[in-house]
């Protein structure tokens, strides 16, 4: 692994140790209390139909599975840096013929490692540990409900505890890229990049010869989850457009891969006619153009924002990325707790914060 | 409790020279199976012995006072009178006797401690003592009974008892109830009813017609009123003192001639309202009784210092007064009465105002686990207070019944909504109304500073009304009010001030009003144990 590749993947690793939780909550809005018009503001329906309804009290509403085959979510950071055992405790109101589920989703890749039923049950608090073994980041929690009968949840809290008392562990399928490791066989590519003595991240490519098929290099992926790293692995070359995320020059169209991101000049590239070259965004993931943002550029000619552009127009993608760099299309893509979030279960913001792949008008 | 007197035969007269006069006085406090000890019978009887003294005419060794005898001992007295009677008569001397009783009784005896004596025997033994002129006087419950065992019918009240129907002989009986009544104690008098006013009237103060000597006829008729209007606003009820008379010649009965006291008060005749006459040092009421404007009345005592005290409206006067003097008005003290005990045992009713502040930790039950189950946390170091205001009404000297409201704030509960700044909370309170009743007892009525003291237990039942204000996450407030009964207990303190209506009460207070439902089959009973205090404020009369 060349130098950049290693401090790439320990940046990872080090981002992926951030737990994240509220207090030791490992679940936003477990009551169901807020809600966005008739959605969940916190949750996800996967399937089905939702509805607000009462619970003990017409003000504090709980949430109603409605049809036969219902399921929300909500992807959690937390990670095993943050504890390895779960208490959960709930309240429903489930009625003989419906069957509730609570499905864990360690690392969130669709692969259910756990599920609780929810008993029949009027109101009465149920409360169990989960122990979770070896380091993980981010775990999905799923809660479906199968059959016509009636089921009303009224509170779902996760709460890292300190001991689960010798239960049996759930054991996390191996991770996809991105996601944190401590040893190969934790990941799916057979690939833990970083250190042993550090928490690292599952990577498809390691920048070793022959990793990769003819045409593709081993460089930044497109990112799959908030609570995953951007993943290292094996991807086209030279397609990366001006402003995408990049590890190598072969990555972009330009060939310059400048503070991480496509550019059109850096040290080796120097902007001709005297122009500077500087960076075109006010964000941490920026292209490096010259003369940016100084209405210069030809029609034509490549840009990274409007201003660049004598016409005062860039055609090309808005580029929505998130504070680590990455391109995001909501909030719900970027990783949890950033510096705009009042605590680590919200994800950070996804701005627009120029154009990828344009050109002047 | 019971009481009875009995006074027999009593020749009234100077009309004849030298008559020999006797007068036995018994007194027992002791009850038989089942009765309660009398507190006050022997010290009646002693003072009905120094009044017959002071103002009857007798002398010291004409007077037999006894207290606490057995059958044997009473009989054995009745005796040696029979045979110094028989020997006056023998020697041509008229006599009188009185008779005087004053103890337990039932319809057929009297009580002496474990024993009884007959009425029908102590009958036949006073008839067989050959007086010129007996009278006989009874302090017990159901003393009019003795008339009966003599053959009479009782009056029906003391019209029947007309001067016309008196003599100068035969046998005259006065008796302080009837056939059916109880005779009572008054813990204020320190004396049964009905010898207080008997003796207060042989004072003077019975004395209608200004003559300087009280009759048997005008003591009836005194002690008639002033103990029916003493008793009437008792528990046991009014007690209705009864005459019966078997007497021929002509001429009234005399028992007591206070003119001829050596000492003596005089209520003047511009004086007016309930009056009190106390012995400074014995610390004794010598006299009670109502004094008319228009008249002046005067009523023997033993030489010393008197209070006469007197009432009239809301105001209560207080006059130091020497044996032998007149009650100057423009002398006396005056201040607003405070007492709510009147003569007799009866009182003057009161209505009183509390307004209170109660505080405590509110009861967790099922309801407020449930709050836990769903997220919320009570809100730390935040007792329930709230106000309470209840209006009494001074049913009996010692109770007061009234309505009473109080409204409640609970301590709130909440929870943040986790991964946001949100948080739902629950605010509520209680408000109850109650029918309430509450006894009170004075704790030391002897002791100066603390005779002001009272210890209470009340008690209410009613229905209260809860509302529960819950803001969601959004910002949204849901009210509901819940309705059901509400109850109430405790006990405490209460001081009522000097001179004012002002009081306080402190106390505890356990309050349980289950009002407050919630939507999957909680309620929450309201309340919890309180600490109770309160500023009150009595209106009406003294």
Redesign the interface.
Known sequence: MNKRLSTFVLAGAAFSQLGSTDCGQAVRDPGFDLWCGSDLCAWKVERGDVAKVATWNQGDPGVELVGDDVAIEQLSPVTSSDGSCLEFDLIANVDELAQVDLNVDVFGDGSVEHTEHIPTSHWKPLSFLLPVQGVYGGIRFELAKKGSGSAVLANIGAKIVQNCGGLDPVVPAPAPNGAVCVEASGCRSGLCGGTPLFQGVCVGCTGAPGQCAAGNVCGIGDPTSPVYDIPLECVPGGVRELGENCLFGDECASGICNMGACSTCDASHACANGETCGADWYASHTPYVCSPNAGVRKAGEPCASDADCASGSCAGTPRMQCDDGRSCATAADCPFGGPDTENGLQNGPCDTVGVQGGSCQ | MVRSLLVLACLAGVAHADPATYAIVVGSNSGGPGQTDLRYAEDDARRVGALLVELGGYTKDQVDVIAHPSPGELRDRLGKLATRVAADAAAGRQTRVFFYYSGHARASAIDLGAEELPLVELRQRLFAVQATLTVVVLDACQSGAFSRVKGAQPAADFSFNSRQHLDATGVAVLASSSGSELSQESEQLRSSYFTHHLLVGLRGAGDANGDGQVSIEEAYRYAYHQTLLATAETAVGGQHVTFEADLKGHGEVPLSYPRAATQAIELPARLEGQTLVEDKHAKAVVAETYKAKGAAVRIAVAPGDYEVIVRHGTTLSRCDVFAGGVVDLDRCTSEQIRAAATKGGGFVHHERLDVGFLVGPERHDDYTT??S???YNEKALQPSSGIQITAWYQELPWLWVGALTSTVEMPSWS?T??????M?T?DWRTTTLLAAARAEQQLFPNVRWLNTLFGYVQAGVGGGGGR?D?????G???V?WHFGAAFSGGAGLHTQLSHTGLGFDVGYQFDYAPVID?????THASGGHRLFSAFTYRFGGP
């Open positions: 449930n709050l189950a769903f997220g929870h909504v986790v991964g946001s700044t949100a739902q629950l529960t819950l803001t969601d996450a959004m949204t407030q849901h509901a919630d939507l999957i089959g909680n």
